[in-house]
């Protein structure tokens, strides 16, 4: 584990926290978070391939990721072919 300056580990988020402004990301409180599940349903892939896409996400535990709708939305938009 990492310790901060003073030696303490960091705060665990409390419910309280609702992943809006823990952590690396901010997440409005509206919006939508997807499980790898839902993510590989919406962009038509296997599940553990969502893993190896390289689509920004957020770390809601150690061993859980989350993904915002409208950054999968933007990593599809990201590599559209212009016609």
């Given at each position: ?29 509206d ?18 391939r ?34």
């Amino acid at each position: 584990m990492i310790r901060d300056a003073i030696g303490a580990l960091p705060r665990a988020p409390s419910t309280g926290d609702r992943l809006y402004g823990y952590g690396r990301s901010e997440v409005a409180v509206d919006e939508q978070l997807l499980t790898a599940r839902e993510v590989a349903a919406f962009i038509g892939v296997n599940e553990k391939r969502v893993y190896e896409l390289g689509i920004p996400a957020i770390r809601i535990s150690e061993r859980s990721l989350r993904w915002r709708r409208t950054d999968v939305l933007q990593w599809i938009e990201e590599r559209r072919e212009a016609r």
